[in-house]
């Protein structure tokens, strides 16, 4: 679909980082959280933003950071949105559960939660994400677990993991739970570990072919470039920043998406202007809505995927009309029998 | 029978029509409606009847078009799960 066409008034969705605080220092993470950051925004300047997003009719709010369990505010936070009718989901590390934090998720059809595993097995996930992490993830999964929580277990993946991606789906399905696999992107910590994390060709050509065998893993927005086909219908065919979605920083500064959170893509701060003056108006916005890189216009696959990722894109080349260098054409060019 | 938004599901207005979300798989369905959909039809409130006087009344459209074409939509809606007119 072409977004000219279908124009939308505000975000489907929003990615909120509610803070940088975080107690892990995982190598991937995409906005290199690990203390807060200074001016971060109040619980009253909060519900004024879910306000505004409320009334401009936002269906959905992905919490992550940070780690969001880590805010003091958040959980009065979350119930407030609720009130709203927002939908939201909220992504943990699953190692600093409260009681009340499992109350609160149990007790409302509003949320989802995706707990952050990478790894089937202790010695993967702790390469990613820390030591002793897997046994604490688990014991978070454990908590969440039977409890009538729409649960997911999200692995980012990598170079690391990618060969236990059924083995996660395992795991996560023995604890009711859903596997959601999200595409490794070089932002934040990501840049310094990208080299060693990052998936090879022939790599890229697996994953392909296994996430088109396997219909009911979920990837939200992250492989529509890099995947055949048969899984077009899944999910969106092209990216979906300043068109359907857009990021907010802790401290209220709104982005593309998240891994875009550079100055030079800045929309504005929500202490300054409305959302939606932001949405409708900053020139990053309308500048990413027009975004379709020019070398990608002659290829036969544009159709379906408008030039694939623009942070790996940019980040990698330093060029938004890059094409994105791990879609399908790309990888088939050193794997020819994937197409 | 009037309509109702399908549980889990929500809707809000475009430039271009109607967009409906459904919480269960995060789907969204775009539905090029123009100004004769609104919102509130959906709230369990307004049958066929009602709506096609509503937007005979707005659009100044012939009614029998707003007929020719309602139902069919109407029922795309339910199929695709979005709207329901079973009683809750």
């Known amino acids: 679909m072409k977004y000219a066409d279908w124009p939308l008034s505000a975000p489907v969705n929003i990615t909120w980082e509610i803070t940088h605080q975080c107690n892990l220092k995982c190598a991937h993470c995409l906005s290199s959280s690990s203390v807060a950051s200074p001016g971060e925004l109040s619980l009253d300047e909060c519900r004024g933003i879910v306000d505004q997003l409320a009334d401009l009719k936002v269906f959905e709010i992905n919490f992550g950071g940070g780690e969001p369990l880590l805010k003091e505010y958040f959980l009065p936070l979350l119930r407030y949105i609720h009130t709203k009718g927002i939908v939201t989901c909220v992504s943990t590390n699953g190692t600093v559960l409260t009681d009340e934090a499992v109350e609160v998720f149990a007790g409302s059809p509003l949320v989802n939660v995706q707990v952050s595993l990478d790894g089937a097995t202790a010695e993967v996930n702790d390469r990613i994400r820390g030591r002793g992490t897997y046994e604490r993830i688990i014991r978070g999964i454990e908590r969440l677990a039977g409890k009538n929580i729409s649960l997911s277990i ?55 072919g296994w996430l088109s065998g396997e219909p009911s893993i979920l990837t939200g927005d992250s492989f529509f470039s890099i995947s055949q086909d048969g899984r077009r219908h899944l999910g969106l065919d092209m990216c979906g920043a300043c068109k359907m979605t857009c990021c907010i920083d802790p401290v209220g500064d709104v982005f593309p998406c998240a891994f875009m959170q550079s100055p030079e893509f800045c929309g504005g701060n929500l202490r300054e202007k409305t959302f939606k003056e932001i ?53 088939s060019r050193h794997t020819p029998q994937a197409i | 029978m009037p309509f109702r938004l399908a549980d889990g599901v929500q809707v809000r207005r475009e430039s271009w029509g109607l967009l409906f979300y459904r919480q269960a798989d995060h789907k969204l369905s775009f539905v090029r409606s123009g100004d004769w959909l609104r919102p509130a039809y959906f709230n369990g409130s307004w049958g066929l009847e009602s709506i096609t006087g509503d937007i005979a009344r707005r659009t100044g459209v012939p009614v029998e078009i707003i007929e020719r074409s309602l139902p069919p939509l109407a029922s795309r809606l339910a199929d695709s799960r979005v709207i329901s007119n079973e009683v809750r």
């Open chain 1, 154 to 208: 999200n692995t980012v993946v990598t170079s690391y993991n990618y060969a236990q991606l059924d083995r996660l789906k395992a795991l996560a399905a023995s604890y009711g739970a859903r596997l959601r696999v999200s595409r490794f992107r070089p932002s934040g910590r990501a840049r310094e570990s990208w080299e060693a994390l990052k998936l090879g060709p022939e790599q890229l050509r697996e994953l392909s």
């Open chain 1, 279 to 331: 949405w409708d108006n900053a020139p990053a916005f309308r500048y990413f809505r027009r975004l379709e890189p020019e070398s990608c216009k002659k290829c036969p696959r544009f159709e379906n995927c408008r030039g694939g990722c623009p942070a790996v894109a940019y980040f990698l080349s330093g060029d938004l009309n890059s094409p994105d260098p791990e879609c399908l054409m790309s990888w």
